[in-house]
Structure formats: structure tokens, C-alpha cells
């Protein structure tokens, strides 16, 4: 089992920056693919960014030079650095991790852009 815990969520101005974090309950080594995805009112739960084993990441094209990804392997954690933010990324973010074929959600934070 795999544990994820999200926390950094909040409401921003336009143009501002937040950063989500979420703590896994296991060595981030052990972890197949760690990601974040995100879901807008009335939409379908997008991919935002994710980071393999290898520490390959992808990123949606709306994201790219705007939001970075990062682990800290030490602390069990990755990170979303999200800067410049736009009223259009207001959404529940949500901490996806897959390991040994199993995927495992945290409980999701909210962002909210608006000024």
C-alpha cells in the first residue's frame, strides 16, 4: 500500500506561484511513476506532470516552462512548482503514484486562480 498526503493549495492571485507537495508513505524508489493530475469542475481528471523511476518527466503542453516537477528522494516527496498561473489551472490536484502495477491517489488539493 501506498500512502499520499498533498498539501499547498490555496487560492493566488493571476500571475502568482504555489507550490503542492505530496508526501508518499514509501521510498520514492520504489515507485514505478509518481504524477500529478488535475480536474476542473465539469471536466475530466487531466495529467498535469509526471516523473518516472529514471527521473524522466513529462509535462501537458499547458504546463511547459510554467510548472516544474521535482522529487526529493530523502523526503518521499515530489513537488509541483507551479509559476504564472492562470485562472484556467484552478482545479483539484491530485497526488497519483504507480508501483508494482497498482495506482494509488492522494485525497487531492484545491487551487483556485482568481483575483
Known amino acids: 500500500q501506498v500512502q499520499l498526503v498533498e498539501s499547498g493549495g490555496g487560492l493566488v492571485q493571476p500571475g502568482g506561484s504555489l507550490r503542492l507537495s505530496c508526501a508518499a508513505s514509501?521510498?520514492?524508489?520504489?515507485?514505478?511513476?509518481m504524477a500529478w493530475y488535475r480536474q476542473a469542475p465539469g471536466k475530466q481528471r487531466e495529467l498535469v506532470a509526471a516523473?518516472?523511476?529514471?527521473?524522466?518527466?513529462n509535462y501537458i503542453d499547458s504546463a511547459k516552462g510554467r510548472f516544474t516537477l521535482s522529487r526529493d528522494n530523502a523526503a518521499n516527496t515530489v513537488y509541483l512548482q507551479m509559476n504564472s498561473l492562470k485562472p484556467e489551472d484552478t482545479a483539484v490536484y491530485y497526488c497519483?503514484?504507480?508501483?508494482?502495477?497498482?495506482?494509488?491517489w492522494g485525497q487531492g488539493t484545491q487551487v483556485t486562480v482568481s483575483s
Open positions: 497519483y503514484a504507480s508501483r508494482l502495477s497498482q495506482n494509488y
Open positions: 516523473v518516472s523511476s529514471g527521473g524522466f518527466t
Open positions: 514509501v521510498s520514492i524508489y520504489s515507485i514505478d511513476v
